[in-house]
């Protein structure tokens, strides 16, 4: 194994574009994936953690960038509006504290996996997925950049160096709910996350999205449109709606962790917990209109 | 072989080392610090958690030449030299917070990123911060103990095991 170390975006390129290495970010994915234990395989490893323009959280007129170095531990500790509470939350719940302080958020997108805890956040932020590469730079909408189990849109010269979230979803409030086999440091068996913005307690705008039920996480497009315009009290009584988009949308898996049928039915109460804990937040807020960055 | 070179408990260290050397191997094997325990190799069980920049991370998980130019703190760091216990090695001993002794290590250096965080964590706060870190001996209640009398807060309310 060699291993490559570059302290700027350029020599990354060029060792991307030549060598074609395994990007290595927090690790926590990769060393779990390597053969034997510990030690990762694959001929050359590219570090990209010294590089100081992937990092940290900028707050802009456009939104959020998150550096792909950026780690759980650092989105724990932001100080960020009340819609990016679904992050934050997701932030504390990736394994413990010791793998939050490494793991990235980069690294979660990129690795794939169907029970990413990162992604349904993302997708409810509208999240953006910013490539680049020698030869281009690209941005691409999370739900486009994730194709399916362990594979993305990226191409084997580029390399993700940030996400984004857009300023038009820092309204509102947001959060998450994750179910597991026990409480702490687990795969997730189905998880969940909401965004929901209301003025005078009417519900005008509703992002949903559900992981671990299919082999990408998915947006419920139908049952977002039907929450506009309800009161926020009564979203539970749309209830066999959401079942019914779920239904029609998850294809919930048998595994070790779960049967396809928990799954689904988890899934369901995951989503109504979202929505009652982002309403609360939401509702709360002065102005629902949230902040900007 | 790539040069490496870190400060390790506040004492400079350099050598060569293979690429793909963990940073748990670095410290065991190379500069023989075997109190750093490797109990899963798999970033699960937390015996081999250490400091990296001030950060508890698992020495299992990361390169050596990971942690090229960083101030790294291992359970040998934590007594004084003349041998005195810190705080928290001094609590898990009065609390009788460990048995075999294998999760220790690990469990002080995460007590110590926990309390430099967070001075006076609740009893549940202690259980979550530890997720991460497994012990097949005690059952945690004494760990917890001591991890609360180590932040001064009264124990005497905590039953013990
Ligand atoms: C003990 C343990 C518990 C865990 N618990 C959870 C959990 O609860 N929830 C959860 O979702 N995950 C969990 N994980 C998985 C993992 O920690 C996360 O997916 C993490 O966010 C990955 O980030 P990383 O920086 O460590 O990625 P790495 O391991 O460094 O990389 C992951 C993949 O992405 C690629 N990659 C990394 N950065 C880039 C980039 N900038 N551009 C292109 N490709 C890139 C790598 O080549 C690799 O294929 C756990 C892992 C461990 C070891
Ligand atoms: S040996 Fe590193 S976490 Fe178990
Ligand atoms: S004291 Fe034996 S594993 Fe914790």
Known sequence: MSYHRPQDLASAYHLLAERAPRLLAGGTDVYASSEGPGRPDGAELLDITAIR?????????????????????????????????ALKQAAREIGSPQIQNRATVA????????????????????????????????????RKFVTGPRTTALRTDEMVIAVHVPASAGKGASAFEKIGARRHMVISIAMAAARMVTRQGQITEAAISVGACSPVARRLTAFEKMLKGTAATRIADLRPHLEQEL?????????????????????????????????????SQPESEGEGP | MTEVSMTVNGRPVRADVPDNTLLADFLRENLELTGTHVGCDTAQCGACVVHVN???????????????????????????????LSAIQQAFQDHHGLQCGFCTPGMVMSAKALLAENPEPTEAEIRAYLKGNI?????????????????GQDVSNIAAE
């Open chain 1, 53 to 85: 323009a992937l990092h940290g959280i900028c707050p802009s007129p456009q939104g959020w960038r998150i550096g792909a170095a950026t780690t759980w531990a650092e989105v724990a500790g932001a100080d960020l509006p009340p819609a990016l509470d």
């Open chain 1, 107 to 142: 690294g979660n997108l990129c690795n794939a996996s169907p029970a990413a805890d990162g992604v349904p956040p993302l997708l409810v932020l509208d999240a953006m997925v910013e490539t680049g590469s020698l030869r281009r730079a690209r941005m691409i909408p999370l």
């Open chain 1, 247 to 283: 239904a029609e949308c998850l294809s919930p898996i048998d595994d070790l962790r779960a049967d396809a049928a928990y799954r689904a039915h988890v899934a369901g109460a995951l989503v109504l917990r979202c929505l009652a804990r982002a309403a609360s937040g939401a509702t």
């Open chain 2, 54 to 84: 001030g950060r508890a991370v698992k020495s299992c998980n990361i390169f050596a030449l990971e942690c090229e130019g960083a101030e790294v703190a291992t359970i040998e760091g934590e007594a004084a030299p003349d041998g005195t």
């Open chain 2, 135 to 151: 012990c097949r001996c005690t059952g945690y209640h004494n760990i917890v103990r001591a991890i609360m009398a180590a932040s």
